[in-house]
Nanobody, 111 residues
Framework: QVQLVESGGGLVQPGGSLKLSCLGSSSDFNLNAMHWYRQAPGKQRELVAQINTYGRTWYADSVRGRFTGSRDPAKNTAYLEMNSLKPEDTAVYYC?????WGQGTQVTVSS
């Protein structure tokens, strides 16, 4: 069964940084785009970043310039580096690929 396993969430102060990881088990991991979503309490899940197989990225306006997506094909892993974090970035973050969701990791930005 294909799995995506996330790690790297936590509590950080405003202006701080976190780096999320998403490890894929599929042999096709490097053949498909990777998507990062987040869901804040009481809000719909929203797409925040995409990384295609060539490393080309897209970001939501709310995170552009602060978040950076990347992937390491040798490790079957995708990353989301988050800088200059704001309280409004607080959410559960999910990676998604080919119909499969990661388990989610909580990011809390608070002083």
């Amino acid at each position: 069964q294909v799995q995506l396993v996330e790690s790297g969430g936590g509590l950080v102060q405003p202006g701080g940084s976190l780096k999320l990881s998403c490890l894929g088990s599929s042999s096709d991991f490097n053949l498909n785009a990777m998507h990062w979503y987040r869901q804040a309490p009481g809000k719909q899940r929203e797409l925040v970043a995409q990384i295609n197989t060539y490393g080309r990225t897209w970001y939501a306006d709310s995170v552009r310039g602060r978040f950076t997506g990347s992937r390491d094909p040798a490790k079957n892993t995708a990353y989301l580096e988050m800088n200059s974090l704001k309280p409004e970035d607080t959410a559960v973050y999910y990676c998604y690929q080919g119909g499969v969701w990661g388990q989610g990791t909580q990011v809390t930005v608070s002083s």
